[in-house]
């Protein structure tokens, strides 16, 4: 049974740092790439970044302007987002998924596995 659960989120000020774990199970976590992706109310889902199996190659949304890094831990089978200088604009819930084939796309519809998602919010 595949599983990916987010944790870390919660209520932060402007400014604050965070940081996102999603805990994998059910699938062979080193062969895949991992994304994070945001939806905040009444929008659509939005591209936060993605990392490759390995680590080695990272991919960010340009809106995010330098903020966010994400990481993983094959050992773990365990991917994180680190955020910093965070903004009201960035609260959402936030998403991690995985992709088998090799690529780091921007698209929401090319990830196969998902989480169900944690709530951050960002005040003023």
């Known amino acids: 049974q595949v599983q990916l659960v987010e944790s870390g989120g919660g209520l932060v000020q402007a400014g604050d740092s965070l940081r996102l774990s999603c805990a994998t199970s059910?699938?062979?976590?080193?062969?895949?790439?991992m994304a994070w992706f945001r939806q905040a109310p009444g929008k659509e889902r939005e591209f936060v970044g993605a990392?490759?199996?390995?680590?080695?190659?990272?991919n960010y949304a340009d809106s995010l302007e330098g903020r966010f890094t994400i990481s993983r831990d094959n050992a773990k089978n365990t991917v994180y987002v680190q955020m910093n200088s965070l903004k009201p604009e960035d609260t959402a819930i936030y998403f991690c998924?995985?992709?088998?084939?090799?690529?780091?796309?921007?698209?929401?519809?090319?990830?196969?596995?998902w989480g169900q998602g944690t709530q951050v919010t960002v005040s003023s």
């Open positions: 998924a995985a992709r088998l084939t090799p690529g780091l796309p921007t698209t929401s519809t090319e990830y196969g596995y």
């Open positions: 059910g699938f062979i976590f080193k062969l895949y790439a």
């Open positions: 990392i490759t199996k390995t680590g080695g190659i990272t």
